[in-house]
């Protein structure tokens, strides 16, 4: 019976082929809309996570006033027992690496002109092990430990304004842990780019021991935790804060600034492009669905006099509509793979940020639950709307239906 009603709805749906097929054009072109942005949205998630927690670890570890005071001298809030920590830490299995990190403000010069520098001390090799390339060099070499001069890395504004290239001398003024003021002679092994101009402008990158030695002290500001996989964060977050009372254990999402606001505004653009292609729907369902029904009245009084219940009607005209709702909504999913396909062979190259200067490749993510989220409330959509514009003329009065001109 249930085959039946179908079949028949088919049919009905097959008599006025361009209304039924502006109705599918719509509907498709509404769900291919909604999950190339919500695709492009996720890969965006997708990326500025992964770039968060590359940049700072799944996990940061530092006294507890590192993230809620200012310092009043370098390192006032720093670890003093890194190095026991950091092995502590590594016994955990689930832990790839971890990463001490020292960061300070100073003075960088060449001589002749001396500039604001925002540096970081790190531990090259492990750091650049398992970061992979985050940095693009665009002269010169990255750092290494064991070198037997002090090194330092330069954003590509910062040399510039330096006229510095690799081999150049500079040196590094800044506060000691005690409040002197020190100065450190160094040499440029590599110049990079970040992307933004800004953070080019002013970051410099150097060992931890050229850190350590600049500042007068062997603390660390904090220890990166860096994980096997993302979905371990939370666990071992809890394993970490509880094995370590005296500390506070950060996520990479604590700190991820930039990826909270980009994922408001895109929740917000995407939430109301969903919103308006549903509107849209709606009308032209609600369009289409009228026009047939009126259209059809007195054959909808007929078939009420020869016995047909108005409930088997609604289902018919609610399955017209599921028809409908059904091919637009993979018709619109075929498109979407099509196009997330295309961009993988092809690849396409977005234009740069506001802010910064390198583009990005246009990727759509394909998420199964997104598919079928999106698709069955297209077809729900479509038959909540046919149900609702079929309601009046099914519960009308026989003869007024049959008489209906």
Request: aromatic share 6%; net charge neutral.
């Amino acid at each position: 019976m249930n085959l039946m009603w179908l079949t028949f709805a088919v049919q009905n749906t097959l008599r006025n082929r361009r209304r039924s097929l502006v109705t599918v054009s719509i509907a498709a072109l509404g769900t291919a809309g909604i999950l190339l942005g919500g695709g492009f949205a996720l890969s965006t998630y997708k990326g500025l996570s992964e770039m968060a927690a590359r940049s700072t670890g799944h996990l940061i570890v530092a006294q507890p006033a590192q993230f809620d005071r200012d310092e009043d001298t370098p390192l006032q809030h720093g670890l003093d027992n890194a190095a026991e920590l950091r092995e502590k830490l590594l016994a955990d299995p689930e832990v790839r690496q971890v990463l001490p990190r020292v960061s300070f403000s100073g003075l960088i010069s060449n001589g002749d002109k001396s500039t604001v520098m925002m540096a970081t001390g790190i531990d090259p090799d492990s750091e650049f092990a398992v970061k992979g390339p985050f940095l693009s060099v665009t002269a010169g070499e990255v750092l290494s430990s064991g070198s037997s001069v002090a090194e330092v890395m330069l954003g590509e504004g910062l040399a510039r304004s330096l006229k510095a290239q690799p081999g150049s001398s500079l040196t590094l003024l800044a506060s000691t842990t005690d409040g002197a003021l020190n100065a450190l002679d160094v040499q440029v092994k590599g110049v990079f780019s970040t992307g933004v101009p800004d953070m080019d402008a002013r970051f410099v990158y150097t060992d931890i021991a050229t850190a350590q030695k600049l500042l007068n002290t062997q603390r660390v500001s904090s220890l990166g935790v860096f994980l096997a996989r993302m979905e371990m964060t939370e666990g071992a977050q809890q394993r970490v804060a509880g094995a370590n009372p005296t500390l506070k254990v950060q996520t990479w999402l604590d700190q991820a600034f930039f990826y909270k606001g980009v994922k408001d505004l895109y929740n917000r653009i995407f939430g109301a492009m969903g919103l308006i292609i549903g509107v849209i729907v709606v009308f032209v369902v609600t369009n289409a669905m009228s026009m047939a029904i009126i259209e059809r009245t007195r054959e909808i009084g007929t078939l009420r006099a020869l016995g047909t219940l108005p409930n088997q009607l609604l289902r018919t005209l609610g399955l017209e509509g599921m028809v409908l709702g059904g091919v637009g909504a993979l018709a619109g999913a075929a498109v979407a793979v099509g196009v997330t396909v295309f961009l993988l062979v092809v690849p396409f190259e977005m234009p740069p940020p506001p802010g910064q200067t390198k583009g990005y490749p246009l990727i759509i993510t394909f998420d199964a639950l997104m598919y079928l989220a999106t698709m069955l409330s297209m077809v729900s959509l479509t038959v909540l709307t046919s149900t609702w514009v079929a309601r009046k003329t099914v519960n009308m009065p026989v003869v007024d239906a049959l008489a209906h001109t």
